[in-house]
């Protein structure tokens, strides 16, 4: 059984950075996009980034473009997600989460596999 844990969230400062970590353990078969979502209470699933099983491939949203940098070590079946500039609007929940067909998805069952979520608070 995969599971995955998210880790690093946590409340800070406009313009401020956090990096979120999501240790993967089980198997699950290759390929895959290992991708962060983000959902805001009351509000749908945002997809923010993906990374390919190997790291050669990923992939932002626009609104976090050129702010977010997703990275994986798969020696220690991790990928994190360094956060930088944070905006209010960056507020949210973030999930990783494995889907074996594509990314992107704004669906939680288009994934296979989710963690439990880490809480990102961006406020002065």
């Known amino acids: 059984q995969v599971q995955l844990v998210e880790s690093g969230g946590g409340l800070v400062q406009p313009g401020y950075s956090l990096r979120l970590s999501c240790a993967a353990s089980?198997?699950?078969?290759?390929?895959?996009?290992m991708s962060w979502v983000r959902q805001v209470p009351g509000k749908g699933l945002e997809w923010v980034s993906s990374i390919y099983s190997d790291g050669s491939d990923v992939y932002y949203a626009d609104s976090v473009q050129g702010r977010f940098t997703a990275s994986r070590d798969n020696a220690k079946n991790t990928v994190y997600l360094q956060m930088n500039n944070l905006k209010s609007e960056d507020t949210a929940v973030y999930y990783c989460?494995?889907?074996?067909?594509?990314?992107?998805?704004?669906?939680?069952?288009?994934?296979?596999?989710w963690g439990q979520g880490t809480q990102v608070t961006v406020s002065s």
């Open positions: 989460a494995i889907s074996h067909y594509g990314m992107g998805y704004t669906e939680k069952y288009e994934y296979d596999y």
């Open positions: 089980g198997f699950t078969s290759s390929p895959y996009y």
